[in-house]
Structures are given as structure tokens and as C-alpha cells.
């Protein structure tokens, strides 16, 4: 039975002040939101205790070193991704924001009536709905790569689509309901054959699994702070330079601009032109804590752990009675989603909770999915480096109780 190490767990205040309230608390609803280190929470704290400025145009001290921290804390993005140049980081409010403006951005200026967009039937909401909504505007049309019966994505079909119209392919890493890994090398290089731009989704991927963009050739990745550790507000478009050269802004204003006249503007070049107005400065550079805070970390060895700790947690699951794992995957992450027959996962999760126990339940922004195993809603504990096998314990227990009590 694997443990992750309990000094793991003594970065993460939250844990202390649960216990010194003698409040239970097993936190498993990483997918939602990870928890946040004390250098994260410290950091942030610092800026708006010593140095709380505006960024990039003040020239006393305090402003001076709120935007070079700004400033480095793109840099640590940049290293973190192994990005080719920090202009091609843009801060924005989390992967909602990034994808909305690719959308906007990039497919509304680029793509013309008749072009394809394709997508999976998994993908979270917000790598959705701006498609939608893009597609309507432009007359785009949103083609999707099928789904097996367990949730897999079929790319054994990719090679019978007709690709000539497909213009750009924005696909999940790890899916947020199912887990699943998706092989998004296999995709790339099915794209970069048919000159079609890439997307990846990797806000459930980019904290612990290494995406280095260049060796994967990534055009874009949207990632969100609040899931690495990081501040909640603040999230990450990457993409490549020449693509964000070519793209107009998307939100226009101040700090975006190199010249403003009072018929027309001229704009400044990426990332800037992208981050109109006063930007999250705490929360960039409460990022650049949670990146400093991986970097520290064995993040090889921690993944390692937690691949363990998932696969005694299926285990447990999988032992109380009518309880059923949603998705098979040759390859899956840290999230576990399952049903409990004839019971509502509403009220699994209501229950759990009143033992302290944290997990989700809903259609997780993953409506077409859920349509695809033919349920609304489902319960789903998502597990992160500073959880342990007695955690897991707790949540299988309570739900061998919630199981007798619906049944009694
Ligand atoms: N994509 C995936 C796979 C997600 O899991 C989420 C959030 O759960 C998002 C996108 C949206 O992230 P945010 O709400 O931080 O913008």
C-alpha cells in the first residue's frame, strides 16, 4: 500500500488548520482546484504586503520589482514548458480564457467560411463552447474524432478523415471526468503532415506530466494556475511566435498598445498585445512560486507515487458492491469517475462530505461525454501529490456505508 510522504503534506497549510480544528478533511477534488503551498500563499502575500504597484510603467522601486517579477514569472513559465522565447507566454485568467481568445483570435481571423475544427466528444466545456460560438459567427463547422464504448479516443480513424478542410485540431491531454491520457504526440504528428494547427488542452496534465512544447511541436498549449498549485486568476497561453505575431488582440486597451492616435492604434508586440489592461499581477507571480514549488519537487518520483496511490484507489472502489468506474483506458491519470447504482452522485457526494470528505459530482462541464455513457452525472475523486492511501480508506468506507444505507 503506498503512502506519499507525509512531508509532502506539511507544505500545504490547509492540512494543519483542518487539524488543528479537528475538522476531518481528505481532500480529493484535485481536478477542480489543487491545493496551495505556503510559498505559493507567502509569495502572494509579499507582493501585497511589501510591493503592491502596478506593473510595467511605474519607475519607483516597489513598481520596478513588481514587474520584474511579473516578468520572471513568465520566464519560469518559459523554462517550465521549454518554450522558445518568453514572448511566448501570455498570462491570462485561466485555459477558459486562452482558449476564448485562440478562438476569437486565431480561428476568427484565420479561417475562413467551410474550414473544420476538430474536437472530441470529451472535452471539457471551455474547449468547446467558443468553438460553438466561433463556428456560428464564421460558418466554421466542429467535426469530432469518435469515442469507443470505454470513453477511448479512436485515433485508428484518424487516417479516414477527409482533412482537407480541417484547419485546426484542439484536443484535452487528460480528460477531466475519465482520466484517460490522451496520445497527443500520435495527433500532433497527424496534424503537422496535413499542415493543421494543434491545441492542447493540458490543464489536467501540465502539473506533474513533463510537456516539453518544442520537442512536441506544439502550436498552442492553455493551461490554469489554480490547478499547478498556483493562484486561482491567472492561466497560460502558450503559443508559438509566429503565430502570435500574425493573431490581432483580443481584449484592446491600455498596456497593449505601441502608439494610440485618436482614429486608430498601433499595438505592441506578444504577449503584450495580449494582455490589455491591468493584468493579475499577484497571481502571475503567485505562478511563479507554484513553479518554483515543482521545479523543487521529484516530480518523476511524485508521479510515480501517485500512479500507485490511483491504482489502489481503483482498487478499493472497485470493491464496494454496484459501484462502476467510468472508462477503461490502456493509459489514465489520477481522476476516477464512477456511478453507484441508483444512486444519485449528488447525494453521494452529500454524504461524503458529512465525514469531511471532499469529491465532486455533476457532468463535470463534460455534457456530450456523460450523454456518451448515457448518464447526467457522475461522482469523481481526483487524487494529488499530498494524498495517501488512508485518505483513500476513508472515501471507500464511507461509500461501502452510503451503499447499505440507500440499500437498507
Ligand atoms: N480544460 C480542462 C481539461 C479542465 O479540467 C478545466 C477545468 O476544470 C478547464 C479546461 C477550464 O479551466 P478553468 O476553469 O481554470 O478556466
Redesign the pocket.
Known amino acids: 500500500m503506498p503512502t506519499l510522504s507525509t512531508d509532502i503534506r506539511s507544505h500545504f497549510p490547509i492540512f494543519a488548520w483542518h487539524s488543528r480544528e479537528k475538522k476531518p478533511f481528505y481532500y480529493l477534488d484535485n481536478?477542480?482546484t489543487t491545493l496551495k503551498p505556503l510559498t505559493v500563499i507567502d509569495t502572494v502575500r509579499d507582493y501585497y504586503s511589501k510591493y503592491s504597484s502596478n506593473i510595467h510603467r511605474g519607475l519607483y522601486p516597489i513598481a520596478v520589482k513588481a514587474s520584474n517579477a511579473y516578468e520572471d514569472a513568465r520566464t519560469k513559465v518559459q523554462h517550465f514548458l521549454n518554450a522558445a522565447h518568453p514572448e511566448e507566454i501570455v498570462f491570462t485568467?485561466?485555459?477558459?480564457?486562452?482558449?476564448n481568445l485562440l478562438a476569437s483570435s486565431w480561428a476568427g481571423h484565420m479561417l475562413q467560411e467551410g474550414d473544420e475544427i476538430l474536437l472530441s466528444p470529451m472535452?471539457?466545456h471551455?474547449?468547446l463552447v467558443p468553438w460553438q460560438q466561433i463556428s456560428a459567427q464564421k460558418n466554421l463547422h466542429l467535426r469530432f474524432l469518435p469515442l469507443d464504448a470505454e470513453g477511448n479516443l479512436q485515433l485508428d480513424q484518424l487516417d479516414s478523415f477527409d482533412s482537407s478542410s480541417i484547419k485546426l485540431i484542439s484536443i484535452?491531454?487528460?480528460?477531466?471526468t475519465l482520466g484517460h491520457i490522451n496520445d497527443i504526440g500520435t495527433i500532433i504528428g497527424w496534424a503537422k503532415k496535413r499542415d493543421i494547427r494543434v491545441i492542447v488542452?493540458a490543464?489536467?496534465s501540465v502539473t506533474l506530466y513533463p510537456l516539453d512544447v518544442q520537442k512536441l511541436d506544439m502550436d498552442f498549449l492553455?493551461c490554469?494556475g489554480?490547478?499547478m498549485f498556483g493562484p486561482t486568476g491567472i492561466?497560460i497561453l502558450y503559443g508559438k511566435k509566429e503565430w502570435l505575431q500574425a493573431m490581432p488582440p483580443y481584449l484592446s486597451g491600455g498596456d497593449m498598445i505601441k502608439k494610440v492616435g485618436l482614429y486608430e492604434s498601433t499595438f505592441a508586440d506578444p504577449p503584450h498585445k495580449f494582455e490589455a489592461g491591468t493584468p493579475p499581477i499577484a497571481e502571475a507571480i503567485g505562478l511563479g512560486a507554484a513553479i518554483d514549488f515543482l521545479n523543487y519537487l521529484d516530480r518523476p518520483a511524485l508521479l510515480n507515487e501517485l500512479d500507485q496511490l490511483t491504482t489502489y484507489a481503483m482498487e478499493q472502489l472497485r470493491s464496494v458492491p454496484d459501484l462502476e468506474i467510468l472508462g477503461k483506458a490502456p493509459k489514465r491519470s489520477h481522476i476516477i469517475s464512477f456511478t453507484m447504482n441508483g444512486i444519485h452522485p449528488h447525494d453521494i457526494a452529500t454524504f461524503l462530505a458529512q465525514d469531511g470528505i471532499a469529491i465532486r459530482a455533476g457532468h463535470?462541464?463534460t455534457q456530450p461525454l456523460m450523454e456518451h455513457f448515457g448518464i447526467g452525472a457522475s461522482a469523481r475523486a481526483s487524487l494529488s501529490i499530498y494524498n495517501t492511501a488512508e485518505e483513500i480508506d476513508a472515501l471507500a468506507g464511507a461509500l461501502q456505508q452510503i451503499q447499505s444505507f440507500f440499500n437498507s
Open positions: 481536478a477542480a485568467s485561466g485555459s477558459t480564457a486562452s482558449l472535452e471539457h471551455a474547449n484535452v491531454h487528460i480528460s477531466n488542452d490543464a489536467q492553455v490554469s489554480h490547478k492561466g463535470h462541464c
